[in-house]
């Protein structure tokens, strides 16, 4: 299905130009294959384009975005039955699982075992530290999933310690 275009469907493509990179970055947080990954930005592209309307320009678009992305996300992870949805084209976007999977290969030894940890945290504890490591506020990652700036904070650093301890115990096994 073509997108119909509009003064309001370029001001879209345009702002979700300028976020592709949090898109990528979701969906290669959450799903493992290109083909995944593909489903996954698609999912994620016309929920936003469906919710555009109810977008308020006085917020910031990433924030909203992110919301968006997340909540698709977390769903996706959780396999939950989906719904017919009308297939867009990614390229309409200016899209492609390509680039997110450029990403991911171009990722240090590093940085790989940790997306590889953070793919198998819990939906929401990925949501957070994925917008921690964003450098969103504690405020603002509360915004984004609906959680309190406290619970997001605390659970934040909880998680945070776990991957410290899981890499340290990986670091002496290597070393052993």
Known sequence: MALPRSPEHDRFLALLGQHRGLLY?????????GDERGDLLQEIVVAAWRSFPRFDPRRPFGT???RVAMNVA???????????RDLVSL???G???????????ESSTELR??????????PLNRALILLHLDGCSANEMAEVLGISATNASTRVSRIRQ?????FRTERRA???
């Open 74 to 84: 977390i769903s996706f992870a959780r396999g939950r039955t989906r719904r017919s």
């Open 25 to 33: 970055k979701v969906a290669s947080a959450y799903a493992r294959t």
């Open 91 to 93: 390229g309409d976007f």
């Open 113 to 122: 075992r940790l997306q590889q940890r953070i793919a198998e945290l819990e």
């Open 95 to 105: 899209l492609e699982v390509a680039g997110a999977d450029q990403a991911v290969a």
């Open 162 to 166: 776990q991957l410290q301890r899981e």
């Open 64 to 66: 909203w975005l992110y």
């Open 174 to 176: 290597s070393e052993a």
